[in-house]
T-cell receptor, first 114, second 116 residues
């Protein structure tokens, strides 16, 4: 059974800092891994999706890497801004017959203060 | 981009009543939609997979008679929480992908259910 762990559980940084969020998964046989952002009481916004054959994906100030063999993914946020404050979730997609069965981590609550 | 819409965004109901939550794909057709549940300070857990024109597939531990899923069209799936109890209070969120394959999943804004 896949288990996804995110470290740290919470992170508070001053504006402008570069930061790294960590995600680890126990079963390396994933099809892809997706990073999401969730604002309080809201749904999920997809940030980046990394296929199992890929090493990293970039979108603006966000960069996500994937190391399947070690069961790890990191989300790098450059030059953080107060608007980046949210909960960040990573989710592993096991593949197989159901592409929508994601296993989520507990999330990292990020606070960027001015 | 692809949009998944949920309604209502929040609902309060009395114990014993039923509540219906709608999930719509606004600009694409979704043969499959996924229903997740998130308890306070916990992560999202898949409840069931909704299949257009056929029965839903439920995850282990999810009561299919309590959480009725109907996927009658390619753009609409509904989740009905029957005989709701306070322990059913949670955040329910649906998702779908644009091409029903391995592209990124798009999530609705969720429905906060409170059962009193």
């Amino acid at each position: 059974k896949q288990e996804v762990t995110q470290i740290p559980a919470a992170l508070s940084v001053p504006e402008g800092e570069n930061l790294v969020l960590n995600c680890s998964f126990t079963d390396s046989a994933i099809y892809n891994l997706q990073w999401f952002r969730q604002d309080p009481g809201k749904g999920l916004t997809s940030l980046l999706l990394i296929q199992s054959s890929q090493r990293e994906q970039t979108s603006g100030r966000l960069n996500a890497s994937l190391d399947k063999s070690s069961g790890r993914s990191t989300l790098y946020i450059a030059a953080s801004q107060p608007g980046d404050s949210a909960t960040y979730l990573c989710a592993a997609n096991a593949g197989g017959t159901s592409y929508g069965k994601l296993t989520f981590g507990q999330g990292t609550i990020l606070t960027v203060h001015p | 981009g692809a949009v998944v819409s949920q309604h209502p965004s929040w609902v309060i109901c009395k114990s014993g009543t039923s509540v219906k939550i709608e999930c719509r794909s606004l600009d694409f057709q979704a043969t499959t939609m996924f229903w997740y549940r998130q308890f306070p300070k916990q992560s999202l857990m898949l409840m069931a997979t909704s299949n257009e024109g056929s029965k839903a597939t439920y995850e282990q531990g999810v009561e299919k008679d309590k959480f009725l899923i109907n996927h009658a069209s390619l753009t609409l799936s509904t989740l009905t929480v029957t005989s709701a109890h306070p322990e059913d209070s949670s955040f329910y969120i649906c998702s779908a992908s644009e091409d029903n394959t391995w592209s990124p999943l798009h999530f609705g804004n969720g429905t906060r259910l409170t059962v009193t």
